[in-house]
């Protein structure tokens, strides 16, 4: 199997480098029958591009998609799904003195090692652009979800020493920072603003929420919902930690606080996240990722070129003061692939197995608890 | 792909409840000639096994691995290796109340609904007892990578409120509790006695890391090193959470003070966790995962029966006030089952790749810094 | 993913050599609550075993079936099944010539410059002393095809020169050659019989059909059933051809001949045996294999050792003088196994699709026409 | 893993319909390093373009190929290759009529069943335009095995009742059907103008030998090479039957003829066609298909309609007399890549296996036996 490639029975492969012609996806085994346009792709690539605040690197990519098969009389046809996005704003110039140069932190580095060749220009292959393709996969995901109930919702929950006071569903997609908290606004723009004069990056947490997700999804023992899931957000760019539920909270929790007791009238508490041995619970799935500070900043550093001479690096070209911001739309196509990949498989095994009763009910998320 | 497979190249599948007849596993892809006998299994499934000191399970397995296939002559022939360990100390009659009743915080309820019926004897499948084979397939993949200069070890970093002073790696194996540190032990030991007499159960953090990994290790995009290694420790019963590196720290750090910069002689820092893009650095790999406090405590916790009226669960049976505590050798374990896999498929792919130059020192693994 | 793994959502991955310890195999994805006990297994490894009739090779296993896993008072769980059989009549010394030579028409020479060692008794894990497990795993394959009106029936309709004038179903078991003509049959074993006498061995074509298979099954294009069908025919011991419907008939057929036409009362004819663009149509799948005869004979052959000098081989273990006759239960295992995996992946993909109409009816198969 | 996918380590994905906007695939696994540029896809695709003779389809495709990513510097650079052909000369006017039947022999029928609705435009997914970027990516392959000595060469082996009188291989170019005896080449030209005058189709053999191939490709058992390679060929657009070696005809041999006799001056036969126990041998590999006639024809056929009534079908698009004929390359570029995905694949289990000896002399491709 394909190392590009994601998912058992909707399975996304992708390809494409952040200065090559294009990139672009071959989605496969999509359930036939769902509506999907071109223009579906634009409001959540929008969400995820660049150059939409001052905040975010200002290359600007028109990100139109094109649907090259696997659509016919505008709904899926169960064929594969190909897209391809043109890049069009690629401007390899910034980029020579990379060729000759390992950028600390990058991957520079390890490419050069693994392959013996690399693709310098903006990063090539390991370059963020990569992830737009991600975002327009998951739209389709995202609307078959929909279908069934299901609604996946990301936002910052960490910038540096900021943290929301409290966490305002309608408030995430009023500000380009998806910051839940309109009160603090005002202070991480504050911070971002003395971050980037100075030059220098901050990591970020990302929070994600999938509501309406039935009890069952996820295959014991490798095929975890929380496994895979936490491979789809640890492959993420930049990603260094990836939580379930409590996460790292639960080293320092007791057995008695942290188990979510049951009572005929549902769940008391969801700690766990929606995840009980590896299997979905009802309640809704929450999960966390810990993006780490972009190395691509104007603070010199030191680092070796190809000749192994140490030479000082600054990075020139246009980057994130903060890539964790345009990581929301990424979480959440992850997890939206990763939770339509298992309703499939959950059919195929289960799909016989008559609805058991008592259902616990879930309360719905609770975000000032989050 | 059988969803209790892990390893693309090197692939363990396994079987088993913790109350049937026996637990074991195929292990397919192994290259020929490596030398193996049962006894080479003993020491860490030793260290894995319940009922080595007060702070863990009292269930006492003999855990002796027969080895049904792939070897002859003592070495393995390429063919798979079946591994097949009898349960012997399996109590079912301590279970009869858990079939009627979904322990909170348990994978009962979740089996209920997806598979409309469960094995409820101790946890069936979802039982940690499982883990065995893990270990012990991990011995023969330890075996491979220790010819290639690799080595794997594991450590407790935190148990609740405890965390260790230093980390002694000569002192680890030293106590029951893999802690390394000698001066805090007693007061270590102290709390979970207090916590064993409570009846609760508490929290740990296990760390990892592998000296002497090559730089180049990963399939960048999904089959990163780091994405690999997410799946495989977040699918490690209890755990929650799983850190690369310094993981949930960069969430607080600027990108000058987190990327490793790079000189002739040397790595200057290791805040990735030895893996960059995906793909390994020649860094120490460094990976950290959060166990949650097991439910099964005495306690009294609300929970529902299958007739959906109220319950209250007390859990009688052998547990662990300190799940976390037995959880080293099988990250240790996760760990080294995904090195071998890439270093397989690394070859694969770019066994023709020469060396490159320069190679960038990597300092050994500085424990006090972890 | 293993390479001793077949099938996608119904996998099966085997293990064990031909006279090690024991055979077996893992089962995952399978449906949670068949019925399923030790003794199910006894019919149809029967009709596979040694030992039952003159023609074939006099080796008497037992064959009994443990199961290790995945059951549960009575059904299956959802949890991997583990089978196993142990070895018992392995006459080790009969091989030890075979160390030290490479018999011509087996797989001693490749394995051994594949592997760098082998182990050469009874053939190893070359032996199709592993096909009892195949047919095993497709027991609860059969059950539960049969629950949904799906029968699959093989038989030989060649043996060398011999092929039978008639095909009557009921006739099948009722002999061990598994012969459809009972008109025919003295004059087979008249020729086996003779065969014997002079040592040598014999090939043998193998028919199977499926019916009841509804329209649909199939993943174009790399899953295609026919696709997966064939490897899973060409992967059994011996096959050098697989046949799907009129197979190699088609290369002198035309077009107007060839096509099966569809009129509202059914199809017209069942060329295509069943599948029609890598799906089927809703007529009976056929197929065929063509397995060569046992290079283990009596009659002297040139080969060389290990030293590289020539030698004489004549294999005196226990063979069959025509292998194809245990075949049948085999070929239907594994045509068992790929409807079973493609209902699944069906199942998941388009579990949604209303059933269309027209539905053209599809005729019984006809044997007379075979 | 996608349906759309084939091959473990070098995985190559297809997408697009015969008349949708493009075609293409991406192909990962590639080792980095090989030259490839965009004009060198030309030759092959020009031997399965359609238009270039009498005998096959009219439609002219330019069939240019643009490299999206993984080639940087005229090197694959070991990230995903996609490639993209555009189709430019779909008539989608001659298939109205086909949107509202199912033509006999295709799979119009089955398409529908499974998915609920399809793109009935030149066949749609089904269509055998797809083959094209089989074609391309197996470019890149051959140029890998050429590399290390390894060539494969395709051939009609039969068209209807002809069959050449010999194999010249170096007469195969020199005639667009593919055929290797120039002696008996106005023959079957004018059997097929005959058949082209009645509107009829024929159906053919194609066989391909590849030479070269070291001993000790294929992963028993689920992974043999000719279990991969049957597949493979079988999943090409109408093929019915797949042949190793003598195929068939070792129904009727014996034991004593049919086993490949060892001597330390060679293998004196080659019945197995390279591949013993799913390994290959050092042999010559040589596998047939036996292709149907298409059913696309001018006879009128009977069929039903989408409401179930009777019609007449006539297909007066563009068409082959004998699909057969541009299946060469195709055969090839499949036997191509299960050969380079093999490589890998071996490589990477026995990658530390000494050569071992004695390596019995492989005779080379005696294209008279063929």
């Not at 652009?129 to 960490?158: C, H, M, N, P, Y």
């Not at 929420?209 to 023992?221: D, K």
């Amino acid at each position: 199997m394909s190392a590009n490639s994601f998912g058992k029975l909707l399975t996304v492969t992708t390809f494409g480098e952040s200065h090559g012609p294009a990139i672009g996806c071959i989605i496969d085994g999509c359930p036939p029958g769902i509506a999907i346009a071109p223009e579906d792709f634009r409001a959540d690539l929008s969400r995820r591009a660049t150059g939409r605040s001052r905040f975010v690197s200002q290359r600007r990519e028109s990100d139109e998609v094109e649907i090259l098969s696997g659509v016919h009389g505008g709904r899926t046809t169960g064929t594969p799904i190909a897209l391809l996005i043109r890049n069009t704003d690629a401007r390899s110039k910034d980029y020579a003195q990379v060729s000759q140069t390992f950028r600390p932190g990058h991957a520079d580095y390890t490419y050069w090692h693994k392959y013996g060749l690399r693709d310098p220009r903006g990063g090539g292959r390991s370059s963020a652009r990569e992830t737009t393709v991600r975002v327009a996969a998951a739209v389709i995901a995202k609307r078959w979800l929909a279908g069934l109930g299901i609604r996946v919702q990301g936002w910052i929950s960490a910038i540096g020493p900021c943290v929301p006071g409290r966490i305002e569903f309608s408030a995430i997609e009023d500000n380009p920072l998806f910051w839940p908290d309109p009160d603090t606004l005002p202070e991480v723009e504050a911070f971002l603003d003395g971050l980037r004069k100075s030059g220098d990056s901050i990591g970020a947490r990302v929070s994600v929420v999938a509501e309406g997700v039935p009890v069952g999804l996820g295959e014991p023992l490798y095929g975890k919902l929380d496994g895979d899931l936490a491979s789809a957000l640890m492959g993420i760019n930049a990603v260094k930690a990836v939580e379930i539920g409590d996460g790292v909270e639960v080293i320092r929790q007791r057995g008695s606080e942290h188990r979510d007791e049951l009572t005929p009238a549902g769940f008391l508490s969801n700690h766990a996240g929606g995840i009980l041995g590896g299997i979905s619970s009802g309640q809704p799935i929450l999960a966390h990722v810990a993006i780490k500070p972009t190395s691509s900043i104007l603070v010199p550093g030191r680092s070796v070129n190809l000749a192994g001479e140490p030479v000082e690096v600054v990075t020139r070209g246009r980057h994130d003061p903060c890539v964790g911001i345009r990581a929301v739309p990424i979480v959440e196509a992850m997890l939206a692939l990763v939770l339509m990949d298992h309703l499939l498989r959950h059919r195929a095994q289960c799909g016989d197995v008559p609805a058991m009763s008592p259902r616990v009910p879930a309360p719905p998320f609770q975000p000032e608890s989050a």
